[in-house]
């Protein structure tokens, strides 16, 4: 692997300044995650409270989203983005003067969090679509998917460690500050990226929400290919991901650890997701692409089971990368085949469904795991959500074949592989 090969999507101007844009702009937006979960557990030191904040910020990336890919698609992209993160910025400047000034509450965290979940509804499909509008050649399309998996993996691991040094010396209201200040990063890097003519629903089909609605979930169930990754993909996001909700549970329950433990194992998990981006960058073939997808749940679903049977920190602390590498492999591999496969006047609708199949599930999956785990224990919990993925990866290998000839021609006729 070749330092060139795995950034080869940094050949495009446009992809240059879009990522270096949203590395500063992730960073200041986990920061602010981070900090709304230390206010609101030092001023209320409910857990139950941090779950709730935790389950409204993300479930209207189940509700909005579908919605979302339809104004995609309606809207030019780049102003939808530009929109939605000023709006971001406005917000989290709010709560740096409402925090700097001590007259934050926990109903106004509350509300923020909400807001940005609503937000992050549509920034997240507009962004995932945008990608495919600003890479030149679309062989580059599962690099240019990589790294923003890594940009978005890296965040998560270093915003927290940042956070933390902002809050001990200086106080929760600079991380907010720090945040709203990052999004002009961003904002510069959208303004000055020029792109292609986006094509827009034709105006007979602008008015009619709930056909357009309608149309791209037919369209993404009656392709095999793009039925297959989804389900799959929901799957994991339900019975696979809540691991990390429950991971307090192992760190200090079962390994009889405190939370220095939990702090290593979760960022183990980020660090082996970093990794996985960082391979999956590498990959330039496209039609190996299938086969991680079959091939990750697998490997995820075996790590889960061997980390929630170890009884070792150190073992736990060697699997629990293998999690966050195998996820991340599944998660950006199925981005980039249903960027490239999608039609254009229907990649919004699509990846807004994919957005709903991850973020909208996740919450959904940490109810029924938690559940799970209180009825029988945390151990037998993972124990099945990992069976259950290595059977859907079982089940994708066997449709495998099917699949692959069904995406072989459109690769073909978008010039991705040769004929």
């Known amino acids: 692997m070749s330092l060139t090969q795995s950034i080869q999507s940094f050949k495009s101007r446009n992809y240059r300044l879009f990522f270096c844009g949203q590395s500063l702009s992730m960073i200041g937006s986990f920061m602010t995650e981070t900090t709304f979960a230390w206010l609101v557990y030092s001023q209320t030191e409910s857990v139950a409270l941090l779950g709730l904040i935790g389950f409204l910020t993300q479930v209207p990336n189940l509700i909005v989203s579908p919605l979302a890919g339809i104004w995609i698609e309606q809207i030019n992209r780049r102003n939808i983005l530009v929109t939605v993160q000023f709006i971001m910025m406005i917000l989290s400047l709010t709560l740096a003067m409402l925090a700097l000034t001590g007259t934050i509450s926990i109903w106004q965290i509350i509300c923020a969090s909400i807001l940005q979940g609503l937000l992050s509804s549509v920034e997240t499909p507009a962004r995932y679509a945008f990608i495919m509008d600003i890479i030149e050649n679309k062989e580059d399309i599962t690099n240019a998917t990589a790294l923003h998996s890594s940009l978005l993996s890296g965040s998560r691991i270093i915003a927290p460690a940042i956070a933390g040094i902002v809050i001990d010396n200086l106080s929760a209201g600079h991380c907010f500050l720090i945040d709203g200040i990052s999004y002009i990063a961003i904002l510069l890097a959208l303004l000055a990226i020029k792109v292609k003519k986006q094509i827009i629903l034709h105006q007979n089909h602008r008015n009619n929400i709930w056909s357009n609605l309608k149309e791209g979930f037919i369209y993404s169930y009656n392709f095999l290919p793009i039925r297959s990754i989804l389900l799959l993909i929901a799957l994991i996001s339900f019975l696979g991901m809540p691991y990390l909700r429950i991971m307090p549970v192992f760190a200090i329950q079962i390994l009889q650890g405190d939370a220095n433990t939990l702090d290593l194992l979760t960022g183990a998990s ?150």
């Open 270 to 419: 980020g660090l082996g997701a970093l990794f996985g981006g960082i391979y999956l960058s590498s990959q330039t073939n496209v039609l190996r692409l299938s086969k991680i997808i079959a091939l990750a749940p697998a490997i995820f679903g075996t790590a889960l089971i061997t980390f929630s049977l170890s009884r070792s920190f150190w073992f736990s602390l060697i699997i629990v990368p293998i999690i966050g590498c195998s996820y991340i492999l599944e998660y950006s591999s199925s981005n980039a085949v249903l960027q490239i496969i999608s039609d254009d006047e229907k990649r919004g609708r699509l990846m807004s469904i994919y957005n709903m199949s991850v973020m909208g599930i996740i919450p959904f999956g940490n109810l029924f795991i938690s559940g799970l785990a209180s009825i029988f224990n945390a151990t037998n919990a993972l124990i099945f959500g990992g069976v259950c993925c290595i059977i859907g990866a079982i089940i994708f290998y066997y449709l495998l074949p099917k699949i692959d000839n069904l995406l072989h021609p459109i690769y073909i006729s978008k010039g991705i592989v040769e004929e």
